[in-house]
């Protein structure tokens, strides 16, 4: 792909603002640094500064960075940025050329990815990452002033509004609202640990979020704040929300509202926003206003995921339903296969064991809804077999057991056999039925896709949980990335594909024999 000059001084300026931010370099420090003028380094980093063809400060601002360099969340960082090394070099000139080669390249900064939303959402109910323990601010540290200036200046007036909030008597719905750029949140690794420790104290109060996200992000960016908020988004405090209409984006704005408390506002022109004002209000008044303001926005949007765990499980369900309905081409992937292969005599033994009638419901209502579209549109399983003696232990779970039975069950060797000869016989039966396998995937994440209809991410537990997207550019990069995994799987020819199987099949079988 080729670049214009101006899309290679703005990558580069992204990259060097990224590198600055995750070493808290400021402008004269580097210039300092490199023998540059403080000024030209603030134009390069607004991408307004051409890249001369004999660049001889990039060496030397790379080695500046490599010595900087030294904790292990910035190695990972950097790494995760150029994504083409596994490792950091321990050796610094190494370190550092690996960095200047980077900053060259006419090529865009590794941004986060659907995996990376996946991962979260894996340890999201069990831990959230990002939310360490320690204490946070306390209001009493800050200043009683109205006016905060650029970047430093939007952490402090943050940091203030959360302390206020989680130091009020009683608990209250925050509005949150922000198409401003994002890197004073992100760019600051120190920052971000502290802004979500705080939140998750004003959480703690009993206080809720109502936050407007912004989708005419770059996509990267919008699964990026995806990828953070999510853990904090199972826990039910928190409801998401877009506004489905494009914006021009010249005109930014961020309304952060507590309104019993206070208000964080700021406007800024494009990404110019280093040195623009951020009002603190603490008017009850005018705080009042902005409250009025943001629901008069909220009123346009929409939800942008419903979330579902063990408390609303019903409500999933009947989604579910819905979904599995739609005509179209669906892409499910997981470790073990889904209840619409399941085979009736295993369906029978389950329905008989546990008297559950949603299970039921369920079973019944998905075997239909295959039965009625497969003739009409492809239906794929991307599957990741567990190991034969994961299987034998009797430690591989049925998918969302604990949202239908309250509790986990677990395949038997002889069920897992029989769902594995099920697969065969739709396999052959079905020309529009394909299983792909791949061994890359090993935890309990299970993506179920209907092209152009919407996405369902659900972790089968426990406890189990999952959201479901239908808004077109999310919807789209999840699609996507199952496209992907069904390109990359290991074994995708059908015939290929059942001769493994039938072998997994008479494996299963002999060791049972042999038992």
Same mark, same amino acid.
């Given at each position: 792909m080729e670049y214009n000059i101006t899309e290679v001084m703005i990558m580069f300026s992204y990259k060097l603002n990224f590198l600055m931010n995750i070493t808290n370099t400021s402008n004269s420090t580097i210039a300092h640094n490199v023998s540059l003028d403080a000024s030209h380094v603030s134009r390069l980093r607004r991408g307004e500064r051409k890249l001369p063809k004999k660049q001889n400060y990039l060496l030397p601002m790379s080695e500046y960075f490599a010595r900087q360099i030294k904790e292990e969340y910035q190695?990972?960082?950097?790494?995760? *940025?150029?994504?083409?090394?596994? @490792?950091?070099?321990?050796? /610094?000139?190494?370190?550092?050329?690996?960095?200047?080669?980077?900053?060259?390249?006419?090529?865009?900064?590794?941004?986060? =990815? +659907?995996?990376? #939303? %996946?991962?979260?959402?894996?340890?999201?109910t069990t831990r959230n990452d990002a939310m360490v323990h320690g204490e946070g601010a306390d209001s009493e540290n800050y200043i009683d002033k109205e006016y905060y200036y650029g970047l430093e200046g939007k952490r402090e007036a943050v940091v203030r509004f959360l302390s206020m909030v989680a130091d009020a008597e009683k608990p209250q719905t925050l509005l949150l609202f922000s198409d401003e750029e994002l890197s004073w949140l992100y760019g600051d690794r120190k920052f971000s640990i502290m802004w979500a420790e705080m939140l998750k104290r004003v959480l703690s109060k009993g206080n809720r979020i109502k936050i407007i996200h912004t989708i005419n992000r770059d996509i990267n960016e919008m699964l990026e704040a995806l990828a953070k908020w999510l853990p904090v988004y199972i826990g039910g405090a928190i409801e998401p929300y877009y506004y489905p209409r494009i914006r021009d984006g010249v005109f930014k704005r961020t309304l952060f509202i507590a309104?019993?408390? *206070?208000?964080? &506002?700021?406007?800024? +022109?494009?990404?110019?926003?280093?040195?623009?004002?951020?009002?603190?209000?603490?008017?009850? &008044?005018?705080?009042? =206003?902005?409250?009025?303001? @943001?629901?008069?926005?909220?009123?346009?949007?929409?939800?942008?995921?419903?979330?579902?765990?063990?408390?609303? /499980?019903?409500?999933?369900?009947?989604?579910?339903?819905? #979904?599995?309905?739609?005509?179209c081409t669906c892409i499910i992937t997981g470790q073990v296969p889904f209840i619409?292969?399941?085979?009736?005599?295993? *369906?029978?033994?389950?329905?008989?064991?546990?008297?559950?009638?949603?299970?039921?419901?369920?079973?019944?209502k998905s075997k239909e809804s295959f039965e009625n579209i497969i003739n009409d549109a492809n239906i794929t399983e991307i599957l990741s077999i567990p190991s034969i003696e994961k299987i034998f232990e009797g430690t591989v779970t049925l998918p969302y057991s604990d949202m239908?039975?309250? !509790?986990?069950?677990? @395949?038997?060797?002889?069920?897992?056999?029989?769902?594995?000869?099920? %697969? #065969?016989?739709?396999?052959?039966?079905?020309?529009?039925?394909?299983?792909? %396998?791949?061994?890359?995937?090993?935890?309990?994440?299970?993506? /179920?896709?209907?092209?152009? !209809?919407?996405?369902? &991410?659900?972790?089968?537990?426990?406890?189990? =949980?999952?959201f479901a997207i239908n808004e077109p550019n999310m919807s789209a990069a999840f699609w996507d990335y199952l496209s992907r995994l069904s390109d990359d799987a290991q074994i995708k020819d059908k015939k290929e594909v059942i001769l493994y199987l039938e072998k997994l099949a008479d494996k299963l079988f002999m060791v049972a024999e042999s038992v």
């Open positions: 190695k990972n960082m950097i790494l995760e *940025a150029i994504n083409s090394y596994d @490792y950091f070099p321990n050796d /610094y000139n190494m370190a550092a050329r690996m960095i200047c080669e980077w900053l060259m390249e006419e090529k865009e900064i590794s941004e986060p =990815s +659907v995996e990376k #939303i %996946l991962n979260s959402f894996t340890a999201g309104p019993k408390t *206070a208000a964080v &506002v700021s406007t800024s +022109v494009q990404d110019k926003f280093q040195d623009m004002v951020n009002f603190f209000v603490t008017d009850k &008044v005018a705080v009042n =206003s902005l409250t009025i303001e @943001y629901n008069n926005y909220y009123t346009l949007c929409r939800p942008l995921m419903k979330i579902f765990n063990t408390v609303n /499980y019903n409500k999933f369900w009947n989604l579910f339903e819905e #979904i599995e309905k739609e005509k619409m292969t399941m085979p009736c005599s295993m *369906a029978e033994e389950i329905m008989n064991l546990t008297k559950n009638n949603l299970f039921v419901k369920i079973y019944n239908i039975f309250g !509790r986990e069950l677990y @395949y038997t060797k002889e069920q897992f056999s029989e769902h594995i000869e099920s %697969l #065969i016989y739709n396999l052959k039966k079905y020309k529009n039925y394909n299983v792909l %396998l791949n061994r890359g995937r090993k935890d309990d994440i299970f993506l /179920y896709g209907k092209e152009d !209809r919407g996405i369902i &991410v659900s972790k089968s537990g426990p406890p189990s =949980s999952a």
